[in-house]
């Protein structure tokens, strides 16, 4: 694989598990209440470890040990824990989810675009070229804030970092 293009994926690979954290502001309320009103941190920490363990296993097919098949399959139950996260979420960090989850949208996207098979890109440098601008968004000041919010706010409620959990 074109070295670029393969430490460009390693680094978004790493950054990840920070997408499980955040701190926005929304007016938007969250559908999982406890008895005050407030967000149930518990169903928040409970979600925040299924995206880990989705983050595992694209971790393991980006490491090429699964079909592309599997890589698009690990991806879209990704984006959908993390649209559960959002929904757990209280209110002010929602909007650091969703944008959180842009950054995996694109990450998606880039991927889709070769079919999740990443050896077309080991064969055709220009594919990973053309998937720079999409992957970049994960990169994006807006989406690492983000990330870092979200890891934050798990750290606080929940007593892990996104970034630790194996």
């Known amino acids: 694989m074109n070295r670029r293009i393969t430490l460009l994926l ?8 920070l997408v499980a954290c955040g701190d926005g502001a929304s007016g ?5 209440t406890g008895a ?13 470890q299924q995206v880990v363990t989705a983050q595992t296993q694209i971790d393991a ?14 991806f879209a139950n990704y984006l959908s824990l993390l649209d559960g996260l959002r929904a ?23 991927l889709s675009t070769i079919d999740y098979d990443l050896a077309r890109v080991a064969a055709d440098p220009a594919l990973g070229e053309a998937m ?6 994960m990169r994006s000041t ?3 804030t983000a990330m870092t919010n979200v890891d ?7 007593g892990f970092s996104l970034q630790s959990i194996s």
Do not use: H, K, W
Request: proline content about 6%.
């Open 142 to 144: 807006e989406v690492t």
């Open 132 to 137: 720079t601008d999409q992957l970049q968004v």
């Open 88 to 110: 757990a979420a209280p209110v002010i960090l929602q909007p650091d989810v969703a944008t959180a989850r842009t950054g995996f949208e694109a990450f998606d996207a880039a």
């Open 10 to 17: 390693l680094a978004l690979v790493v950054a990840m598990p």
């Open 61 to 74: 097919q980006l490491d090429g040990t699964g079909s592309p098949d599997d890589l698009e399959a690990a």
């Open 36 to 48: 005050d009103g407030a967000p149930s941190g518990s169903d928040f920490c409970s979600l925040a």
């Open 152 to 158: 934050a706010y798990a750290v606080e409620t929940c």
């Open 28 to 32: 938007e309320s969250s559908a999982n």
